[in-house]
C-alpha cells in the first residue's frame, strides 16, 4: 500500500502543483519501465554506446556552413534511437548527465578542431552541469585536449538554467564569455525572464524557438513574434539562429527578417562525426 502510494504521489508531483492522484496499475507498469530504462542507460555509459550527432549551421545570407551543433544519441540494441527528450531527463534526475555532458565537450571538441577553422561547434549544457562549478572546468579540459580555440565554441543554455542555479550560472558564464566563447539562449522566446537575462548577461546569440518557426507562413502571431526578436538581437548586436526549418518558404521568410543563421531538417538532418567532416571539407574546398 505504501509503494502504490508512492507512485501515486510521484505522478501528482510530476502533473504540477495542488493536485491529487489515486493509484493505477498503470503507475506500477510506468515505473516498472522507467527503472529498465534507467538501468540500460547506466549500462549504455558503461559500455560506451552513447554516439554524437551533428547537424550543420547555416549562414543566412549566402548559405555558407558556419558550423554544427553536437547532439547526444542513444542507440539501442532493442529499442532503436531513443530519442533525447526521453533520455536526458533521466540522466538529468540520476546524475549521470555530469559524466556524459563532460564527455559530450571532448568529443564534440575534438571533432571541431578537425574541421577549418571558420567552422564552430555548439553543445547543449543541463542546468546540472553547473553545480559545484564543474562547468567552467569541464569546457576548459575539453579546449585543452583538443586544441580547439576558444572562439570556435558556442555553449547552448536554456533559461531554467538561469532560474535554477543563478549566482552560480552567471559568475560561470561570465567567466566562460571572457575568454571569447559564444553563450547561447536556446528556445528563446518561451521563457520568463529572457529579456532580463540579455540586460544582464554576455549572451552572444539568440536562437528563436522552433514553435515560432513553425508557425511563420500561416499564423501572423508567430511572423510578429519572429520579427521582434530578430529586431531586438540586431539592436543590441547579438547572432540570431532560426532552428527548426523544414520548408524553403520557412528559410526564405526568416533570411528576409534578418536571422543571422538558420538550422534545420530542410537544410541539413544531423548525420555522423565523418558526415560532418566531409560536409566542412567540401564546403571549405
Known amino acids: 500500500m505504501l509503494h502504490n502510494a508512492d507512485l501515486a504521489l510521484y505522478r501528482a508531483k510530476g502533473d504540477g502543483r495542488g493536485v491529487a492522484r489515486a493509484f493505477a496499475e498503470e503507475m506500477e507498469a510506468s515505473a516498472r519501465a522507467r527503472r529498465t530504462l534507467e538501468a540500460d542507460l547506466h549500462a549504455a555509459?558503461?559500455?560506451?554506446?552513447?554516439?554524437?550527432?551533428?547537424?550543420p549551421i547555416f549562414e543566412a545570407t549566402g548559405g555558407r556552413l558556419a558550423g554544427f551543433e553536437a547532439l547526444a544519441r542513444w542507440p539501442h540494441p532493442?529499442?532503436?534511437?531513443?530519442?533525447?527528450?526521453?533520455f536526458i531527463p533521466i540522466t538529468e534526475e540520476t546524475g549521470?548527465?555530469?559524466?556524459?555532458?563532460?564527455?559530450?565537450?571532448?568529443?564534440?571538441?575534438?571533432?571541431?578542431?578537425?574541421?577549418?577553422p571558420h567552422l564552430f561547434v555548439s553543445v547543449n549544457l543541463s542546468p546540472l552541469q553547473f553545480r559545484g562549478a564543474q562547468t567552467h572546468q569541464?569546457?576548459?579540459?575539453?579546449?585543452?585536449?583538443?586544441?580547439?580555440?576558444?572562439?570556435?565554441?558556442?555553449?547552448?543554455i536554456t533559461e531554467s538554467t538561469l532560474l535554477k542555479q543563478g549566482p552560480t550560472v552567471r559568475g560561470t558564464l561570465e567567466q566562460l564569455a571572457a575568454e571569447g566563447i559564444t553563450v547561447a539562449l536556446d528556445d528563446f522566446g518561451t521563457g520568463y525572464s529572457s529579456l532580463a537575462y540579455l540586460h544582464t548577461l554576455n549572451i552572444g546569440r539568440i536562437k528563436v524557438d522552433r514553435?515560432?518557426?513553425?508557425?511563420?507562413?500561416?499564423?501572423?502571431?508567430?511572423?510578429?513574434?519572429?520579427?521582434?526578436?530578430?529586431?531586438?538581437?540586431?539592436?543590441?548586436?547579438?547572432?540570431c539562429t532560426a532552428e527548426g526549418i523544414?520548408?524553403?518558404?520557412?528559410r526564405r521568410i526568416l533570411a528576409e527578417e534578418g536571422c543571422t543563421h538558420l538550422q534545420g531538417f530542410f537544410l541539413g538532418r544531423p548525420g555522423t562525426a565523418e558526415a560532418?567532416?566531409?560536409?566542412?571539407?567540401?564546403?571549405?574546398?
Do not use: K, M, N
Open 211 to 239: 514553435s515560432f518557426v513553425d508557425g511563420v507562413t500561416r499564423c501572423p502571431e508567430s511572423l510578429a513574434i519572429v520579427r521582434a526578436i530578430v529586431g531586438l538581437a540586431r539592436t543590441l548586436s547579438l547572432r
Open 45 to 55: 555509459w558503461r559500455e560506451r554506446r552513447f554516439t554524437l550527432a551533428y547537424q
Open 246 to 250: 523544414e520548408t524553403e518558404a520557412q
Open 276 to 285: 560532418a567532416l566531409a560536409l566542412a571539407r567540401s564546403t571549405a574546398a
Open 78 to 86: 532493442e529499442r532503436g534511437l531513443v530519442p533525447p527528450d526521453v
Open 96 to 116: 549521470l548527465i555530469l559524466p556524459l555532458g563532460a564527455w559530450v565537450l571532448r568529443e564534440a571538441c575534438h571533432a571541431a578542431a578537425g574541421w577549418p
Open 138 to 156: 569541464q569546457v576548459r579540459a575539453a579546449l585543452e585536449e583538443s586544441g580547439l580555440a576558444p572562439q570556435r565554441l558556442e555553449l547552448e
